[in-house]
């Protein structure tokens, strides 16, 4: 390391999966009671999937290693070989499961293109539905997404998911929703996180995003949907042990952690608003923690754009050629916020033009 990468903490916006466990967490952990999760035996485990499922108003819950083994294994509870899932485009499930739906579960994904809604309408789902007869696989699932994180962490209002869900349900189309960010929609809506449940046959819920966890993420549904999904779950590899001790801190993120989001959503917009109109970036006002900056219009391209970043002491991800996410998160405060700010001002600035740097990078994304 050289005298200038010797520089200072970088503020750390890639994701708000980049969080610490609190001492709170890290004493939770170390003092949980634990058991053999697999027999159900761990009460830690067992505390958080009742907490979960109260939150959520369902009648049980399960915990899982991942957001992406819980939605894989509510498509398989829901589907069969050979079916199709209604996916809005640019979701989750479709950009970053690595094709688990067809994987695992032997499913057809029917992408449906939602532009400025984080969810299709109900208009949208019903054409999509499609019937089983000879030819044609039938519809086996409608998966949301909420916050949509590509559409910069977009909201959809418990009565869009209300829509969309009842044009699936008429249809005898299952629901699921991919809630990883399900308690920043509840917090920009102003609901409770059960108001978007009580639409879906299933929920997810990562715990180790803005909420802060370590690890995790709960699914929940009918005590018949979390029986199936606890055999999916074994199926594929993520039956666990002495799970308590993660999920004793998990449980720490449930309860504690969602109304103070409302800190995270004000950052992001305090970053939109100091990005907004710098040489050609844009980036318009965000509902909740999710940061887009569009560099089309400037001189440098994404990459360039969060590797520069990156050597003046922010960390963001590029998300597209001309897209750059930024995500604020329970590590980074107001003052946090403003430093991100003034390195950003540094780079547009400095207005060097696009071309990869050969300096020896002191951190890799
Ligand atoms: C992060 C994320 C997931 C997957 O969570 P992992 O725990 O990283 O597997 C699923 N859906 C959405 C919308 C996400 O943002």
């Known amino acids: 390391m050289d005298e200038t990468t010797a520089v200072r903490e970088p503020v750390d916006l890639r994701s708000d999966t980049v969080t610490m466990p609190s001492d709170r967490m890290r004493e939770a952990a170390a003092n949980a009671p634990v058991g053999d999760d697999v027999y159900g035996e761990d009460p830690s485990v067992n505390d958080l999937e009742a907490t979960a499922a109260e939150v959520l108003g369902t009648e049980a819950a399960l915990y899982l290693p991942s957001g992406t083994m819980a939605n894989q294994t509510a498509a398989r509870v829901h589907t069969e070989r050979g079916q199709e899932a209604i996916v809005e485009t640019e979701s989750h499930v479709v950009r970053y499961e690595n094709a688990g739906f067809a994987q695992h579960s032997g499913v057809q994904i029917r992408p449906v293109d939602a532009g400025d809604r984080a969810v299709p309408s109900a208009a949208q789902v019903a054409d999509a539905v499609i019937a089983d007869d000879l030819h044609r696989p039938g519809t086996g699932l409608l998966c949301l997404e909420n916050t949509h994180n590509a559409k910069g962490g977009l909201v959809a209002t418990p009565d869009a998911i209300a829509a969309a869900a009842e044009a699936a349900h008429d249809r005898d189309v299952p629901v699921h929703l991919d809630g990883a960010r399900l308690a920043n929609a509840a917090v920009?809506?102003?609901?409770?996180?059960?108001?978007?449940?009580?639409?879906?046959?299933?929920?997810?819920?990562?715990?180790?995003?803005?909420?802060?966890?370590?690890?995790?993420?709960?699914?929940?549904?009918?005590?018949?949907?979390?029986?199936?999904?606890?055999?999916?779950?074994?199926?594929?590899?993520?039956?666990?042990?002495?799970?308590?001790?993660?999920?004793?801190?998990?449980?720490?993120?449930?309860?504690?952690?969602?109304?103070?989001?409302?800190?995270?959503?004000?950052?992001?917009?305090?970053?939109?608003?100091?990005?907004?109109?710098?040489?050609?970036?844009?980036?318009?006002?965000?509902?909740?923690?999710?940061?887009l900056v569009d560099t089309s219009e400037s001189a440098i391209d994404a990459e360039t754009f969060v590797e520069r970043c990156a050597d003046a002491g922010v960390l963001g991800s590029a998300f597209g050629p001309e897209t750059v996410r930024f995500c604020t998160h329970l590590d980074v405060d107001t003052a946090a916020i403003e430093t991100a700010l003034e390195r950003i001002e540094t780079v547009v600035r400095s207005r060097r033009p696009s071309r990869k740097l050969n300096s020896v990078r002191r951190r890799r994304r």
């Open 188 to 291: 920009a809506a102003d609901v409770p996180l059960s108001a978007f449940a009580a639409h879906v046959d299933s929920v997810s819920l990562c715990l180790s995003k803005g909420l802060g966890a370590p690890v995790g993420t709960v699914l929940a549904g009918s005590e018949a949907f979390v029986a199936t999904a606890r055999g999916v779950r074994k199926l594929l590899g993520g039956g666990m042990r002495q799970a308590g001790l993660i999920a004793a801190p998990a449980r720490l993120a449930l309860t504690e952690n969602v109304a103070r989001l409302a800190d995270d959503h004000a950052n992001a917009n305090r970053l939109a608003a100091g990005i907004d109109g710098l040489d050609g970036l844009r980036a318009p006002a965000r509902e909740t923690n999710v940061v």
